[in-house]
Nanobody, 126 residues
Framework: QVQLVESGGGLVQAGGSLRLSCVAS????????MGWFRQAPGKEREFVAV????????DYVDSVKGRFTISRDNAKNTVYLQMNSLKPEDTAVYFC???????????????????WGQGTQVTVSS
């Protein structure tokens, strides 16, 4: 059974930083694309970042480029999201996500996600 468990959320002032972590269990972590999505109150869940299982290439939504960095440590079955220069509009519940299986890609669409974490709250005060 696949499990994704996020941690690292919290309350931070604008301009501050947080690092989210997501530990995966239940399958061979290195074989799957991993990503982060977020959902603000009253809004749909949206793509934030993804990291490829094969070459470690990354993709980001434009609003976080240059401020957020996604990375993975396959030895620790963990994917990270380093968030710098945080803005109030980054406030949301952040969800870890993985591709559905080892031969499918994870992109920007929520219907490409195979598994979700439970989410961690990030609140940025102005």
């Amino acid at each position: 059974q696949v499990q994704l468990v996020e941690s690292g959320g919290g309350l931070v002032q604008a301009g501050g930083s947080l690092r989210l972590s997501c530990v995966a269990s239940g399958r061979t972590f290195r074989r799957y694309d991993m990503g982060w999505f977020r959902q603000a109150p009253g809004k749909e869940r949206e793509f934030v970042a993804v990291i490829n299982r094969n070459d470690g290439s990354t993709d980001y939504v434009d609003s976080v480029k240059g401020r957020f960095t996604i990375s993975r440590d396959n030895a620790k079955n963990t994917v990270y999201l380093q968030m710098n220069s945080l803005k109030p509009e980054d406030t949301a519940v952040y969800f870890c996500a993985s591709s559905r299986n080892s031969w499918s890609d994870l992109g920007r669409e929520t219907d490409e996600v195979g598994y979700w974490g439970q989410g961690t709250q990030v609140t940025v005060s102005s």
